[in-house]
């Protein structure tokens, strides 16, 4: 199956628009629509949100992400296979926390270009294909991204005939590389107004508050725990830190929005 990640929204033709390609050239196989609401732009928090909702689906599914402000310029176009699921979209951070999750991982700067390539839509025009010859069994041509992170190398060069070595070279860093492995920031608010975090809830303990815009949050294991209208924390279903107000919005009790830092008191 083919899961698509993006930042597109479904009230313009962008999605529709992957759907007919993913139709014409991997016919028969599922299609499933993840997320399309990854706050606009915002690569960093679809790399923290994206890996924990990956495991609902088996090894062979193909993820075609999105995010990619960075459209049409010096970014490279990526596959990577993370734990036997493959992954396709920009090299610009979208992929740090699966890769740097993952127990086996292979990534690889895609070669293949299709005959038409518009500047602004590689989703539709490169992502989706490759995607699709990946559901479809087939390998497109690539070669290995080459990340060789915090080692530094030296080079011979030829000065005036004769063989020297350079001074050491850095490797520039992969996009994402510096973040950390858990974001206390709000990623996404939900449709009830839950604000979903980018720390997984096995780092923090039960017993620690959070303060989010001033106020402090207690932990819940569930809603019915506290009374309407209270405000809590808990590990929401896919493992991650969640900012919740028992039937109501803890996005406008809080007024949170993607983006806003959070903070775990210690007791």
């Not at 083919?2 to 962008?14: E, K």
């Not at 608010?189 to 207690?218: F, M, S, W």
Request: one cysteine or more.
């Amino acid at each position: 199956m083919i899961v698509l990640f993006t930042d597109f929204g479904l009230t313009g033709p962008y999605v529709g628009q992957l759907h007919a390609v993913l139709a014409r050239e991997a016919p028969g196989v599922p299609v499933i629509d993840l997320f399309h609401a990854v706050p606009d732009f915002n690569i960093r928090a679809a790399a923290y949100l994206l890996p924990a909702y990956i495991h609902e689906f088996p090894p062979g599914t193909v993820f075609m992400c999105v995010v990619d402000p960075g459209v049409g310029g010096a970014r490279r176009p990526l596959m990577l296979k993370a734990d036997g699921r493959w992954y396709v979209g920009p090299d610009n951070g979208l992929f740090e926390m699966v890769k740097r999750r993952a127990g086996d991982c292979d990534c690889r700067v895609i070669r293949w270009r299709p005959p038409r390539l518009s500047a602004s839509f590689h989703g539709r025009d490169l992502f989706a294909p490759v995607a699709a010859r990946l559901a479809r069994g087939e390998m497109p041509d690539s070669e290995p991204a080459g990340y060789f992170p915090d080692r530094r190398s030296t080079e011979s060069i030829r000065v005036r005939g004769e063989i020297q070595d350079s001074a050491p070279i850095t490797q520039a860093p992969r996009p994402g590389e510096s973040w950390p492995d858990d974001l206390a920031e709000i990623l996404y608010v939900d449709h009830y107004g839950n604000c979903v975090t980018g720390v997984r809830a096995v780092t923090i303990r039960p017993e620690q508050t959070l303060r989010a815009d001033g106020e402090v949050v207690k932990y819940a294991q569930i809603f019915s725990e506290v009374p309407p209208g209270a405000v809590f924390w808990y590990e929401n279903a896919n493992g991650l830190v969640e900012i919740a107000v028992n039937c109501g919005s803890a996005a406008a009790r809080l007024g949170l929005k993607p983006g806003d830092p959070i903070v775990f008191l210690e007791k």
